[in-house]
């Protein structure tokens, strides 16, 4: 069955249809949503058949994943990651923003997203539909690139992302245009150097 194209506006979002997203969510569906910086497939990071259906969509096995959680805000960020004092610091200074910090993770990261590396990246965009959706959820959700090689470049156009995952998403949100370029990353797991790993839409000093 091919995806359902759901229309919300980014500074109005109607309730009724975040609510229907956040059933698909509950539901063990995959989604497609606008970030503050590029268009991102996600599920429910407590639904253990979503984030394996994920990882076979990526092309991954679970233990090898490399996907970041999207939080509501930094009280959230506790409960899954092991955040110095620094490193709080800093995140509130950036976030929310177009940023992925990389941290060291707790226990209470859902089993399949726990690796050997034992880390963790947190977003929280600058975005109201994911921190709608999050709110309503009431947990983190995935966040992924809906980008498939190292040659093309992030799509963006919602015609050229439904095309290409009418069959892989269950819900793709029209959030209208986000951009091109993902977040910077950067590493927090050593409290006293923190590193950029990537160069994004975020200037980090």
Known sequence: MAAELIEIVPGNPDMRKIKQVVECLMDGGIIIYPTDTVYSMGCNSYHNKAVEKLCKIKGIKPNQNKFSIVCHDLSDIATYAKVSNEAFRTMKQYLPGPYTFILPS????????????????????????????????????????????????????????????????????????????????????????FEVIREGLGEFQ
């Open 106 to 193: 707790t226990n209470e990261l859902p089993k399949l997203l726990q690796t050997s590396r034992k880390t963790i990246g947190i977003r929280v965009p600058d975005h109201m539909i994911p921190q709608t959706l999050i709110k309503e959820l009431g947990r983190p959700i995935i966040t992924t690139s809906v980008k498939y090689d190292d040659i093309r470049e992030y799509p963006n156009e919602i015609e050229v992302i439904y095309e290409e995952n009418m069959y892989l998403a269950d819900i793709i949100i029209d959030g209208g245009w986000c951009g091109i370029v993902p977040s910077t990353i950067v590493d927090c797991t050593d409290p006293d150097h």
